[in-house]
């Protein structure tokens, strides 16, 4: 079973750019497609972004298109979101996912999640 683990998160200005990183505990992550969801205080989770296992194909949320790209280092057995023009609606805990399909709804492994707090 997969144990993924989340770091990068914290607090950002507006407009301020954010890297957040997810590696494995367990085996290697390159038999998975990669995602990140996200949870706002009060709000239902909802996705962010994911990338296929061979990192050919990347899909993202329409609010985040254009400002967050995910990535996938398979000599570091880590998945990255690259996240820039921060903004208030962005605030949420983020959580790293993986599963054997790329999909938007829902993911089988998922991290513990970290917060991102964008704020002046």
């Known amino acids: 079973q997969e144990e993924l683990v989340e770091s990068g998160g914290g607090l950002v200005q507006p407009g301020g750019s954010l890297r957040l990183s997810c590696v494995s505990s367990?085996?290697?992550?390159?038999?998975?497609?990669l995602g990140w969801f996200r949870q706002a205080p009060g709000k239902e989770r909802e996705f962010v972004a994911a990338?296929?296992?061979?990192?050919?194909?990347?899909v993202y949320a329409d609010s985040v298109k254009g400002r967050f790209t995910i990535s996938r280092d398979k000599a570091e057995n880590r998945a990255d979101l690259q996240m820039n023009s921060l903004n208030a609606e962005d605030t949420a805990v983020y959580y790293c996912?993986?599963?054997?399909?790329?999909?938007?709804?829902?993911?089988?492994?998922w991290g513990k999640g970290l917060l991102v707090t964008v704020s002046s």
């Open positions: 996912t993986a599963d054997s399909q790329l999909r938007t709804q829902w993911m089988d492994y």
């Open positions: 990338i296929s296992r061979g990192g050919v194909r990347a």
């Open positions: 367990g085996g290697p992550l390159s038999s998975y497609a």
